[in-house]
């Protein structure tokens, strides 16, 4: 059984990293849109949400160091994904942001 502790923090995870990943794909409609001022208010805020799910993940890993270690649940796995594809969407996100100002200085 997962202890309670654990648990709070892979719920901090995913919830966060979620929102994040939210937050960097609304940026890219944004950016296509031409509100690049909303875009990058919107990456901030992933930046931040990112960051906190990022700093449960670092509590998490350095449980793993002790004596009693941290069992692996598949919620586990789920909260590193979606930590994983929350930072690839951040990258993303920038990516597409650069291209859509190019385009619409352009114009």
């Known amino acids: 059984m997962m202890n309670e502790e ?4 892979l719920v901090t ?3 966060n990293v ?9 940026a ?3 950016a296509k ?5 909303k875009a990058k208010e919107l990456i901030k805020e992933g930046e931040s949400l ?8 670092l509590k998490l890993l350095s449980q793993e160091g002790t004596k009693n270690g ?3 649940y598949l919620i586990t796995l789920h909260a590193e994904d979606q930590l994983m594809s929350a930072e690839g969407f951040h990258i993303i996100a920038q990516e597409f942001m ?8 352009k114009q």
Do not use: K, Q, T, W
């Open 98 to 105: 650069d291209v859509y100002e190019s385009i619409h200085a």
């Open 28 to 30: 890219i409609h944004d």
């Open 13 to 15: 995870i995913i919830s």
């Open 50 to 57: 990112f960051y906190l799910g990022h700093e449960a993940h």
């Open 33 to 37: 849109a031409g509100n690049f001022h």
């Open 18 to 26: 979620g929102a994040a990943r939210s937050c960097y794909i609304e």
């Open 6 to 9: 654990m648990e709070e923090f």
């Open 70 to 72: 941290c069992p692996i």
